[in-house]
T-cell receptor, first 113, second 116 residues
Framework: DAKTTQPPSMDCAEGRAANLPCNHSTISGNEYVYWYRQIHSQGPQYIIHGLKNNETNEMASLIITEDRKSSTLILPHATLRDTAVYYCIVRPTQKTSYDKVIFGPGTSLSVIP | EAQVTQNPRYLITVTGKKLTVTCSQNMNHEYMSWYRQDPGLGLRQIYYSMNVEVTDKGDVPEGYKVSRKEKRNFPLILESPSPNQTSLYFC???????????????FGPGTRLTVL
């Protein structure tokens, strides 16, 4: 059973912000939200994570709603190299809460020239 | 360089011929995991391990075995491969339960397996 749901695909014009939503309505208080992306068939790469506050790093920003039931990954100025599949997952903060990881099919983002 | 390595990267085999895909990490990570990826289905977890001699089933464990005798290695074993195990396989590792950035998973480059 998926813990997160994402739209299957999205388009974004090059240079514009890409906003990728993720629903995690059953998230518990001790779970982080992580975002990864996969370019072609390479191994997925970490982008960003958050618990309850909004986060920003050199790659992206993560906005988490106050109730923590959804989040949005923002790529501020999308380039063609951002075309990839983006995955949103949740993982617990404590060893005792670890369970299997469910990635789901993710969102296929196409950045259009 | 911190990395997860997998071997082989490509493998074509026949039904029923036992095979092992190796996975090794050099980051002293407790957590290791195997995923398979099929078109339209994203990444599905096969098995995971939270430490040496501790393994558990993921979402799709049927037809696979794993072992964790050393912290750095986590081989995936297909005792009797079948065509429905044709897929792209990824190994991943991470720290465990430290919270946040340290728990991010590092993925290997993938192994493309074809079972005829």
């Amino acid at each position: 059973d998926a813990k997160t749901t994402q739209p299957p695909s999205m388009d974004c014009a090059e240079g514009r912000a890409a906003n990728l939503p993720c629903n995690h309505s059953t998230i518990s208080g001790n779970e982080y939200v992580y975002w990864y992306r996969q370019i072609h068939s390479q191994g997925p790469q970490y982008i960003i994570h958050g618990l309850k506050n909004n986060e920003t790093n050199e790659m992206a920003s993560l906005i988490i709603t106050e109730d923590r039931k959804s989040s949005t990954l923002i790529l501020p100025h999308a380039t063609l190299r951002d075309t990839a599949v983006y995955y949103c997952i949740v993982r617990p903060t404590q060893k005792t809460s670890y369970d299997k990881v469910i990635f789901g099919p993710g969102t296929s983002l196409s950045v259009i020239p | 360089e911190a990395q997860v390595t997998q071997n082989p990267r490509y493998l074509i085999t026949v039904t029923g011929k036992k095979l092992t895909v190796t996975c090794s990490q050099n980051m002293n990570h407790e957590y290791m995991s195997w995923y398979r990826q099929d078109p339209g289905l994203g990444l599905r977890q096969i098995y995971y391990s939270m430490n040496v001699e501790v393994t558990d089933k993921g979402d799709v464990p049927e037809g696979y075995k794993v072992s964790r005798k050393e912290k750095r290695n986590f081989p995936l074993i297909l005792e009797s491969p079948s065509p429905n195990q044709t897929s792209l396989y990824f190994c991943a590792s991470s720290l465990l339960g430290t919270g946040g950035l340290a728990d991010t998973q590092y993925f290997g480059p993938g192994t493309r397996l074809t079972v005829l």
